[in-house]
């Protein structure tokens, strides 16, 4: 399968300050990435999809301002994560999609980002 | 009516038994549906996606897909306790290629050794 990492794949912060995580596509170019978020036992929740070249499409109830996507080429998009507070602290999964060997297309996960906010 | 509803669980089944994981989705116009296992405190990995109504297998692995009852499931056969994690059934919003994935929120799988 297609290879997605993700950086820093642990972070520690204190409270206002702001964190960059980093998602990259390894060996395949993905127009689209995805920005989850996921709370301990619960689902996947998507944040917003992230297209090259162009802005963000935020779910509803997330806040654009807070958490500012940025997919500057086919392989990156990063996720800053601004005035962080205890609350935002949560696990952070980026995806990215690529056409399938059927040719639809797969989205694969990177490793996710552990944010803890202090 | 959630867009993907999956029976959370906890499944636990012997070692060796075949595992049966169900997923139902309310999108009729969905056309590409996935298998995504997670082990705690890890990402989701792709273990399999279905496009055609029928079965589609891979290993021990056994996609189902019935497009008229709106409805996906997994067979893991052979169960391991590798197996042990959470399956996440996801179905593609809309038409293929055009949107992102609804997630349902995950079967919990133990494999009894």
């Known amino acids: 399968g297609a290879v997605v990492s993700q950086h820093p794949s642990w972070v520690i912060c204190k409270s206002g300050t702001s964190v960059k995580i980093e998602c990259r596509s390894l060996?395949?170019?993905?127009?689209?990435m995805f920005w989850y978020r996921q709370f301990p036992k619960q689902s996947l929740m998507l944040m917003a999809t992230?297209?090259?070249?162009?802005?963000?499409?935020?779910e509803q109830g997330v806040e654009k301002d807070k958490f500012l996507i940025n997919h500057a080429s086919l392989t990156l998009s990063t996720l800053t994560v601004t005035s962080a507070h205890p609350e935002d602290s949560s696990f952070y999964i980026c995806?990215?999609?690529?056409?399938?060997?059927?040719?639809?297309?797969?989205?694969?996960f990177g490793p996710g980002t552990r944010l803890t906010v202090t | 009516q959630k867009e993907v509803e999956q029976n959370s669980g906890p499944l636990s089944v012997p070692e060796g038994a075949i595992a049966s994981l169900n997923c139902t989705y309310s999108?009729?116009?969905?056309?590409?549906f996935f298998w995504y296992r997670q082990y705690s405190g890890k990402s989701p990995e792709l273990i399999m996606s279905?496009?055609?109504?029928g079965d589609k297998e891979d290993g021990r692995f056994t996609a189902q897909l019935n497009k008229a009852s709106q409805y996906v499931s997994l067979l893991i056969r052979d169960s391991q306790p590798s197996d042990s994690a959470t399956y996440l059934c996801?179905?593609?919003?809309?038409?293929?290629?055009?949107?992102?994935?609804?997630f349902g929120t995950g079967t919990r799988l133990t494999v009894i050794p």
């Open positions: 995806s990215a999609r690529t056409s399938g060997r059927t040719g639809a297309y797969e989205q694969y």
């Open positions: 060996d395949f170019q993905a127009t689209t």
């Open positions: 992230s297209n090259e070249g162009s802005k963000a499409t935020y």
């Open positions: 999108d009729r116009v969905s056309q590409s």
């Open positions: 279905i496009y055609s109504n």
């Open positions: 996801a179905v593609e919003r809309g038409q293929t290629g055009a949107n992102n994935l609804f």
